[in-house]
């Protein structure tokens, strides 16, 4: 009870000090003479939210970079040290390339999933329509840990002669075979590929709400003409409705990618990235919560950063390409 | 109407464009501003020696107490603690956290100390107390009385440079081997008394055409140190205890023969074709609480179990074992390496530590957490035994639970567990992750000896 006083107090307080303070504001710079006035206000008007931005972000950020060249405990510079005592080692290329495969085969499969079920989901009747995508956007709703408490149970081994706790075991031993070792398959990654399908269940609903608002948007006309014009049901598909989605699906690639990049929860929890299942944002915890390593674990947060700018630079150019055509 | 907003519309537009155009022209000058600014301020390391020194000044009534457990572990050591802070005029704020690793540091770094902490791993106590941050407790506690009460070489495990820093409030013992009574009786086994009867006995019970070990190490992020403790154990009754400390400090290195002797006595019993249930390939998978399980099957899938006292507790044995364990369920000491040697312990447990070095309350409080028969009601329920010899036996719940604690108190000393002691990159990390790797057979012993060996922080 006393939480959610206390919680309403907050929400209360919070908007009633900004409205203050922007009250405030305007007061002060209604003090200038009139062009001064012109000039200062936007100035003003923007202080408190980059002073937030200044304070949670750039000054984090900075510190990092900084830590970066530093050593574990951050008391004395070492250079690039960190660098390269990451690059050489074979475990951070190793994970370097598990992440890797994460980027190119997550997002790709997100995508081409939700379109699926998009289209199919479109042409169900509305009550079935409605129904297939809750469910399929329900595992959204749960925290990655959720989901890799839920899987576990699935990729769960017991030794052969014991009943089989996890259901693809199960199913297994009842064909007749000897139970297998799901999450410690690692000469082909096939561990890796098995986690990367906790992903896909949890962000395919993700991508499905999206592009099927997308596909809906999509005028009817231009169907139509293609229609008229005679193409089949799967040129329709690809060479009028996909382009003309094209944005959306930019987006949605855009979105998941980055949290492929980030991807960390589903991996600590599964394996803590043993049988060379490691990402870069499982290393990322490891030093710096287990290692106490501050110097190793900013290295690979500024690595990080850096292979998310491409990523960034295209998104921004694409929204100012759409800005412009509007 | 129409007409006249197609005309406005466009010059609206621009005029949007316009002013969004400057405000990115302002924004993106103030953010360049203060990236400059923040650049200058903050091109400052941390200052070593900046953690403030001297801990926490709290002289009230009211102490704080960290915790590494939660759940019914922290609920039971509530109870235990607060009838007598409350007779005391004690207010008690609990802290319990199962990450406390991670937190203790931080609160560290925010200067945000408890006043009393129950610290799950010594080695992280030894670092604070080495940077002056926690108070000695040899003026707190009754030293000589404790040293009379308490399992030899409890103590030391929470010593640094002669001072006691960490009190062992709760013990957990490590070197058992648990066993199905009945079905050992049937076949006429003995218990060994040594590492070679041992080893013999597998033998003996794999030629018989039975299996000898039950073995899982699986334990989701922290899979692999039931593998750690049976290095421990190993090398702890080969090797005795000084040598034992040698190793766990990096005096002796992984990459060595008193380790390789261990591990080529851990190969036999794991690795040998017929000794493990689900043979070595499972073994990784097989999680530790459940991996007895085999056990109690009849006729028994195998025959020992060496694991922590605190798998014979609900949510480790089946139930149905837990209610009639002292018929079901026997329990030996890790036999030592001769006869007439050493007879080592291997365990754990929390030790608690002061940051609040003039707080009276907090004080008292230790000095009740130190007296012979604290923890009884806790006992009582099952997980928790006393580090003390002279504790009232009578409070354990039932013959298994005190035939471990006995496996403690008569042992010519306690060690520490080695993994808990190590600096975090290697007792949480590689020693885990490498030792997983080898028994799943993804890296040769000599490669994951010397990784470990390679991933010991330098001049930590």
Known sequence: MIKTINAILTVLGGVGAALVLYWLLNKISGLFPGRWEERIKPYFFILPAISAISLYLIYPAVQTIEFSFANSGSTAWVGFKNYRELLTSADFQSTLFNTLLWIIVVPALTIFFGLIIAVLADRLRPQGEKIAKTVIFLPMAISAVGAGTVWRFIYATNPPGEPQVGLLNEVVTKLGHQPVNWLQLSTGRENSFLLMVIMLWAQVGFAMVLLSAAIKGVPGETLEAARIDGANERQIFTRVVIPQIRPTIITVFVTVTITVMKVFDTVYVMTNGDFNTNVVGNQFFNELFTNFNNGHAAAIVVLLMIAIIPIMVFQVRQFRAEEAAR | ?460
């Open chain 2, 1 to 460: 109407m129409r007409r006249s907003l197609a005309l406005v519309k466009p010059a609206l537009v621009k005029a949007t464009l316009v002013k969004l155009t400057f405000v990115r022209a302002v924004f993106g000058k103030a953010v360049a501003v203060t990236t400059v600014v923040v650049l200058l301020t903050s091109g400052c390391l941390v200052q070593s020696g900046g953690i403030a020194g001297g801990g926490n000044s709290n002289t009230s009534k009211t102490i704080e107490i960290m915790l590494g457990f939660t759940g019914d572990q922290f609920d039971a050591f509530k109870a235990t603690v607060e009838p007598y802070a409350k007779s005391q005029g004690i207010k008690i704020k609990w802290a319990a956290t199962a990450n406390f690793n991670q937190l203790i540091n931080t609160r560290i770094q925010g200067r945000n100390l408890p006043d009393i902490a129950m610290f799950p791993q010594p080695g992280i106590l030894k670092g604070l107390a080495a940077k002056n941050q926690l108070a000695p407790l040899d003026d707190v506690l009754d030293l000589p009385a404790l040293k009379s009460s308490m399992t030899a070489g409890t103590l030391d495990a929470g010593t640094v440079n002669g001072k006691l820093y960490g009190l062992l409030v709760s013990m957990n013992v490590k070197s058992l081997i648990f066993y199905p009574k009945p079905a050992f009786a049937n076949a006429g086994y003995a218990v060994p008394k040594t590492i070679p009867e041992l080893l013999t006995l597998t033998d003996k019970i794999r030629s018989s055409g039975k299996t000898p070990w039950c073995l899982g190490i699986e334990s989701a992020a922290a899979t692999g140190w039931p593998a750690t403790d049976w290095f421990e154990d190993l090398i702890l009754h080969e090797q005795g205890t000084t040598r034992y400390n040698a190793w766990v400090n990096h005096q002796i290195k992984f990459d060595s023969p008193e380790v390789k002797q261990a591990a080529a006595i851990f190969s036999q019993i794991a690795f040998t074709p017929g000794n493990v249930v689900g043979g070595r390939k499972s073994i990784a998978s097989d999680n530790y609480n459940t991996a007895a399980n085999p056990m109690f099957k009849s006729p028994p899938g195998c025959f020992m179990y060496k694991q922590g006292n605190f798998v014979a507790a609900p949510g480790g044995f089946p139930d149905n074992v837990i209610s009639d364990i002292d018929n079901k369920v026997g329990v030996f000491g890790f036999p030592p390496a001769t006869a007439n040697g050493e007879d080592p312990v291997l365990g754990g447990g929390d030790m608690a530590a002061l940051f609040s070095p003039h707080d009276e309350a907090a004080k008292k409080i230790l000095r009740y957490m130190s007296t012979k028969n604290f923890g009884a009601s806790d006992a009582r329920l099952g997980n928790y035994i006393s580090p003390h010899k002279d504790f009232d036996q009578s409070n354990y719940p039932n013959n298994v639970v005190r035939d471990a604690a006995n496996v403690a108190y008569k042992a010519t000393s306690f060690a520490f567990d080695g993994s808990d002691q190590m600096p975090g990159v290697v007792g949480s990390g590689s020693f885990w992750k490498d030792m997983t790797a080898w028994i799943s057979g993804q890296m040769s012993e000599d490669q994951a000896l010397k990784r470990i060996d390679a991933s010991w922080p330098s001049g930590s």
